[in-house]
Structure formats: structure tokens, C-alpha cells
């Protein structure tokens, strides 16, 4: 009683906060979200700018929000399936800033994290934060032996404020599931539970700092594109030191130009060590905006900020590249058996009613010029129309859905003629000939039986038991398996031929002894 009543209060103050930008959209998805929204627009009247979309009214009123409502937007901006195409564009430029705290603060942190005085860890320290966003903020620093480092500090307190919010979000969610059975599939409850295990992630730089140190490991041999190293002496749970990268923004065209910069090669670059994120490691960055991409006068590129990451594993990478390499060859009767192979749409929906809909996603995007087609959209198309067909959200790929449209983004700032996925072709002809050719195969086959082998001794000792027990036990039946086996009946009364028992019995001797070799 104590949560319904806290968070409906809450629930109310946020309406209001809503009503302001005239954002009060959202609610459409809450039980009696239309009485709300009146009474928000009673005692809160619009005072923002009419002439904005309604995703740009709504960024603003999450930004007024807090740091939690501004994660829940990032988050929404990959569920177009949910929102709509033109509302999750709009909050895919969420900006996560806010304003900064002292440097007071931040050194007393960074103290108490470290435990070692402040002039011991750092010679200089910049008083004005470079970067301030919802979780943490980011100074330059010098250490003693003179490495140039940004050490990113968390907000005090922000633990408290997201727990209570996330606690709102959950609440509404489960109303949601309870009451709109057509909203089920979409997941909300899901939705905030990944919300909350990124954040939880982002609350602990020290795992910021080893998703950094993956990555890096990663793309050790490019010499093209550059991660930061870590310096773990000065990384704690609430402070993460790294070296300090230079250059100039990725989407800063004049000064590239200045520079001397081939953008073309740039994207190009950037295209394939995208693809090898996604499918080589399955392990990408997912917060890809151009703030976190710096370009030297080498025209290498450097990247920064590992607090958002993604995952695919490899049979996900593999139904992914089946998938697109479908789309882009217009083989839509393999795009749709992918997804039944997949599990995404169950057996009991047609496949050819569903080739039928993933033609009516492609050809509209693919028969656009080259430099027009995306693919990001392409795939947020296709998670639209399966609420027909019963498939439910996938948020690994909902992930790398929005990081991609944030790629191509970034790919027509640089080269508007150009497409990224042409750009990185090879890789990806590369990377379905090693992974989905006859070789492909043979090596699988290869591995199954290597595992084979290895469970032979393991089955062979499994064997040996069991013979030695009934070497030195015997085999013991119940009385009437005997009679069964001897062809009698209950009553001791002789059958002719085989009876049924003895031919039940051997059947589950036969199906005992396959189980223990399998095992």
C-alpha cells in the first residue's frame, strides 16, 4: 500500500512535468492514463515550444526529469517497436548532460575510492569538469610521473535517486503487463530490468574499466583505431582512470578537412571495425555517438567511454548475418525461415505470410540508391510488424538496431554518398565464408566430434561403475519383473510367447543402456 500510494504521488508529479512540454503521449500506455493526462493539463498547463515533434517535447521533459528519466529514454530510443520510428529518432539525440558538481567533491571521492592522499595520486587536476552527464563527470589530470589521464568520478548520492526511480518504473511496468495483454510481448517489465542491470553496470566503474580493457585487448593489432588503457592503481568502484586521448570529434568535418583527413578512408575504418565488434567478437560499443569518437592528425580513431556495451553470441551473429545477407540479396523466403529457425517467430504462424511481410519491409528501403539504404532502419521496420506474428521484442538485437542507425548517422556526416555497409563488404563476405560456408561446417563438425572424444573416458568410467556394481551387487528385479521376464502373469498361470511386460522391460534396458553411452 505504502508503494502504490508513493509512486502514484510520483506518477502524478511526473504527468505534470510532461503536461509542461506537452508530452503526455507516453501515458496512452497506463491504465487510466487519459484521466491523468487531463488532470495534469488542468494543473500544469503546456508552457513549451508547440512547434517541436512530439519525441523532441518529450527528451526535453525526461531531461527536466533526471538523470533515471534520461536513461529511460536513451532506452526507449531503442524500441521503436513500442514508440514509433519518428518519436525513437528523437530521443536517439537525448543528450545525457547535466550540470556538474564541485571538485571538491570529486577529489574527496576520489580520496575515499583510493585511499591515498589526493597530491600522492595526482599531480595536477583540472577544477572544471570536461564532460558531466547523468551518472559521473570527467576531469583531465596529470599523474606524478607526468601521464596525461581523464579520471571520470560518480555522482554522489546517485545510487538512492535511481533506485527510487527505477522502483516508478518498475511499478507502472507491471501495470502495464497486468492490464494491456496486447503490450505483453513488448516486454516492459524486461525493458526495465535491462535498464536497471545497465545502469547497476554503470554504477561500478570498474566494470566500465574492464569492458574497456576487452575491448582494447580486441583491437590490439589495428593500428587504426585506438582504446585508451586503463590504470587500475587509480580505478575504484566510484573513480576509473584512463590515458587521455586527443583529437578532434568525428563529426567536426571542417577541422578534419583542415587536417587533411581522408573521410572516405575514415569511414571506412570506422565501417569495419564496427562489423568486427558486432560479428567478429560480439562484443560492441553501444553509446557510439560522435562525442565519443576522436580523430588524430594520423587519422587514427580513438574511442572513449565504456559504460554502455553490448553482447551478441555467436549463434545470434550468425541468424543476424543469414538475416541481412537475405535482405540485402532480396531473399526474403530465407529471411523468414531464419527467423523460425531462430525461434523469433513461433511454428505455428505462416511462413509465407511472413515472407510475404518481410518483402514489404525490403523492397520500399532497397530499392533506394545505395547511399540512402539503412540498414538499422531496415531492421527496426521489421521489429514493428511482428506483433502480428507473434514474435517477442529480442533486446540484444533492439541494441544494436539503434547502434547501427547511430553509425549511419555518423557515416553520412563523413561521406554522404557513400554506405557504410558497402564500405565494410568484404568483411562481412569474409566473415559468412568462415562462418557459414562448407568449411564452416566441416570445422563444426570437427568440434563436435573433438567434444566427443573428450566425453569418451568419461562415459567409458561411467560404464566401468556400473559394471562393477553389478558384478559385485547383481542385478536385483522385483518379483514380478522375474514373472514377467519368464512369461508368466500374476497368478503364475504359463503365456504364450512373449508378453507384453518382457517386451516393456527389455525396451527400457535398451533406452537405459543408450543413455548412460550419451552421457
Keep these: 500500500m505504502i508503494r502504490f500510494v508513493r509512486n502514484s504521488f510520483r506518477l502524478l508529479a ?5 503536461a509542461r512540454h506537452d508530452a503526455l503521449f507516453p501515458l496512452a500506455l497506463v491504465p487510466g492514463g487519459k484521466a491523468l493526462a487531463f488532470f495534469a493539463r488542468l494543473t500544469a498547463p503546456f508552457s513549451g515550444r ?26 526507449l530510443a531503442t524500441r521503436s517497436d513500442l514508440i514509433g520510428d519518428d518519436v525513437a529518432a528523437d530521443l536517439s539525440t537525448l543528450q545525457d548532460r547535466l550540470p556538474p558538481f564541485s571538485a571538491k567533491i570529486a577529489k574527496r571521492i576520489i580520496t575515499e575510492q583510493l585511499a591515498e592522499p589526493f597530491d600522492v595520486l595526482f599531480a595536477e587536476f583540472g577544477e572544471e569538469p570536461v564532460a558531466a552527464a547523468s551518472i559521473a563527470q570527467v576531469h583531465f589530470a596529470t599523474t606524478p610521473d607526468g601521464r596525461e ?60 574499466a574492464a569492458a574497456a580493457s576487452e575491448f582494447r585487448d580486441n583491437f590490439e593489432s589495428d593500428p587504426t583505431y585506438y582504446i585508451p588503457q586503463i590504470d587500475w592503481e587509480r580505478t575504484a568502484e566510484h573513480v576509473m582512470t584512463m590515458e587521455r586521448v586527443k583529437g578532434v570529434r568525428i563529426d567536426n568535418v571542417e577541422a578534419l578537412d583542415r587536417m587533411g583527413i581522408d573521410r572516405s578512408a575514415l569511414l571506412a575504418k570506422a565501417a569495419g571495425a564496427f562489423f568486427q565488434q558486432v560479428f567478429r567478437d560480439g562484443f560492441f560499443h553501444a553509446d557510439m555517438h560522435p562525442g565519443n569518437l576522436f580523430v588524430d592528425e594520423t587519422g587514427r580513431v580513438s574511442i572513449v567511454d565504456f559504460g554502455i556495451m553490448g553482447r551478441v553470441d555467436r549463434q545470434t551473429r ?8 537475405g535482405f540485402l540479396t532480396r531473399d526474403y523466403h530465407r529471411v523468414a525461415e ?15 505470410t511472413f515472407q510475404q511481410a518481410c518483402r514489404s519491409i525490403g523492397e520500399p528501403i532497397l530499392g533506394k540508391e545505395l547511399s540512402d539504404i539503412s540498414v538499422g532502419r531496415l531492421l527496426g521496420q521489421l521489429f514493428q510488424i511482428t506483433e502480428q506474428f507473434g514474435m517477442e521484442t529480442q533486446p540484444q538485437l533492439l541494441m544494436l538496431q539503434k547502434t547501427m542507425i547511430v553509425a549511419e548517422g555518423l557515416s553520412r556526416i563523413l561521406s554522404p554518398n557513400e554506405n557504410m555497409w558497402e564500405l565494410s563488404r568484404p568483411l562481412i563476405e569474409e566473415w559468412m565464408r568462415e562462418n557459414l560456408g562448407p568449411e564452416a561446417k566441416i570445422k563444426e563438425a570437427t568440434l563436435q566430434a573433438g567434444s566427443m572424444l573428450r566425453r569418451l573416458p568419461r562415459v567409458l568410467e561411467a560404464a566401468e561403475k556400473a559394471s562393477s556394481v553389478l558384478t559385485d551387487q547383481g542385478l536385483r528385479l522385483h518379483p514380478e519383473t522375474v514373472a514377467a521376464m519368464r512369461g508368466k502373469s500374476g497368478n503364475n498361470q504359463r ?5 507384453r ?4 522391460l527389455w525396451v527400457a534396458i535398451i533406452a537405459l543402456g543408450i543413455a548412460v553411452y550419451l552421457k
Design 14 to 18: 511526473m504527468a505534470r512535468t510532461l
Design 50 to 75: 508547440s512547434d517541436l515533434p512530439p519525441g523532441r517535447r518529450l527528451a526535453r521533459a525526461l531531461e527536466e526529469l533526471g538523470p533515471a528519466f534520461i536513461k529511460l529514454g536513451q532506452t
Design 149 to 208: 589521464v581523464a579520471v571520470k568520478v560518480l555522482r554522489p548520492d546517485i545510487k538512492v535517486r535511481f533506485a527510487r526511480d527505477l522502483d516508478l518504473f518498475y511499478w507502472v511496468a507491471e501495470i502495464v503487463e497486468l492490464t494491456q495483454p496486447r503490450l505483453r510481448r513488448l516486454k516492459p517489465v524486461e525493458t526495465v530490468k535491462a535498464l536497471e542491470d545497465s545502469v547497476h553496470l554503470e554504477m561500478d566503474l570498474r566494470f566500465e
Design 318 to 325: 550468425l541468424y543476424l548475418a543469414e538475416m541481412l545477407l
Design 338 to 352: 531464419v527467423h523460425f529457425e531462430a525461434g523469433y517467430v513461433p511454428r505455428n504462424q505462416s511462413l509465407q
Design 495 to 499: 503365456k504364450s510367447g512373449v508378453s
Design 501 to 504: 511386460q518382457t517386451l516393456v
